[in-house]
């Protein structure tokens, strides 16, 4: 087989590679999903909670962070909610972001109800209490202190995000917007963000494993199937309007090296335009052969790094282009060559090869993404928020059913001069 035939055959992998799942919905709301999977003795548990930062009120930010850690701090019926995980093999974890949060566990299959006691019992009642709060608000104000206050450009989001978003709650960081936020957080406000949002038909959980889904039912319908619904969890977020004039920000902090970041807005998730415009970040961005790493870090020698990517939020998101800048290049010069790039991929054609490429990356990545449960369960758990499991199956099609033109198109409509904010974020000098 000739070097090309093996480039170009990456493309086809996917398709012989599908998740294979059943789903159920229980009759308080809670969807269930059941990927079958006998390569593995361990059963990965997620539920996917449809909360995140931009659900929070303004003045009261920072919240559905918070609750990631509260909700390790024990239950009504399980006062230590990792020691009966740990005896049973099992290991777990959380995250939050701007659109959801995400707890995870994984625990040898044959200890699977552990698991669904563990989950249900913590959305059922969590237990609250002064001294938990107290820690956790401690544990919380400490972590944005070390990520976004004593860290070199921490505070990037801090500033960037209220200057690109005006309306929209995307204005803050999963973090929160300040850290007294967190500080003066209550127990009666506590209560109400839970009560609003720990419901299951506002939840997603999926079982990936070597199980049968007649069985994921019976265990469903015996830990979930009793939870009631406490509260309304209808949302009502603001669309941001669209942007008309360039914003600029400078800023001065102790940091190394002056830095540069760029951000337009852009699409949703489930747009159709999503998928041209990863792909444009990719062109720009993924690896030393792109063109952004090529013409201004390695031939022009303008930056030290510049990365170009997508937030992939779950509403309209941003477009970003950052980096740091090499010891005496000036941040407009800097600016200028990074809007010369762009124009380029407005203007000029796109290489078939360079697009087949990032599309076979975009390939590869999907495929790794598939190789485990834990993985798999949270790519399905995912895709069914955004409208459809199956969806799952259908990404790798997406990404390669993009054209050339489509992503120039994409380049002209996002990487506006008006549709863009700046922040320059300068070292102080001394």
């Known amino acids: 087989m000739q070097p090309k035939e093996i480039f170009l055959s990456i ?99 044959q200890n699977i109800e552990t698991g669904f006691w563990l989950e249900s019992d913590r959305m059922f009642q969590l237990a609250f209490s002064e001294k938990s709060l107290d820690v956790q608000r401690n544990v919380v104000t400490e972590e944005f202190r070390q990520t976004h206050l004593n860290q070199p450009y921490g505070d990037v989001w801090l500033l960037l995000r209220p200057l690109a978003y005006k309306v929209h709650p995307y204005q803050w960081s999963t973090i929160g917007k300040e850290i007294s936020h967190i500080q003066n957080a209550v127990m009666d406000d506590v209560k109400a963000f839970y009560k609003k949002f720990y419901n299951p038909n506002n939840a997603i959980l999926v079982v990936a494993g070597n199980v049968e889904t007649a069985e994921i039912k019976i265990l469903a319908e015996k830990w979930f199937g009793p939870i009631q619904n406490d509260g309304e969890n209808q949302r009502n977020i603001p669309k941001e309007p669209p942007q008309t004039e360039a914003r600029l920000l400078v800023t001065e902090n102790n940091v190394p090296l002056d830095a540069i970041y760029k951000a337009w807005h852009m699409c949703g998730r489930m747009d159709a335009a999503y998928h041209p415009t990863d792909l444009l970040s990719d062109i720009l961005s993924n690896g030393n052969s792109s063109r952004l790493y090529n013409e201004l870090v390695k031939n022009k020698k303008l930056f030290s790094d510049l990365n170009a990517y997508i937030l992939g939020s779950s509403d309209e998101g941003l477009f970003v282009v950052s980096g740091k800048l090499v010891k005496g290049v000036k941040l407009e010069d800097a600016d ?52 459809n499991a199956a969806d799952v199956n259908e990404e790798g099609k997406k990404y390669q059913a993009v054209t050339a033109e489509q992503i120039r198109e994409t380049a002209r409509q996002v990487l506006r001069p008006e549709n863009c904010s700046t922040l320059y974020y300068k070292s102080q000098k001394l």
């Open 11 to 109: 493309i086809y992998l996917s398709e012989f590679y599908m998740i294979n799942f059943e789903k159920f919905t229980l009759k308080n709301g809670l969807r269930v999903i059941v990927h079958h999977d006998e390569s593995t003795p361990i059963v990965a548990i997620n539920v996917l909670y449809n909360v995140g930062a931009r659900d929070e009120d303004h003045s009261k930010t920072g919240f559905a962070h918070l609750f990631e850690h509260l909700m390790f701090g024990g239950s009504v019926n399980i006062p230590k909610y990792d020691e009966p995980l740990e005896k049973a093999g099992g290991e777990n974890n959380a995250f939050t972001n701007n659109d959801i949060t995400n707890y995870y566990l994984t625990l040898p299959v």
């Open 336 to 387: 200028a060559a990074i809007i010369e790039e762009l124009d380029k991929m407005k203007n000029d054609e796109i290489d078939e090869r360079e697009l087949q490429k990032v599309k076979n990356k975009i390939e590869a990545n999907l495929e790794f993404s598939e190789m485990n449960v834990l993985e798999k369960a949270m790519n399905l758990a995912f895709a069914e928020l955004m409208g």
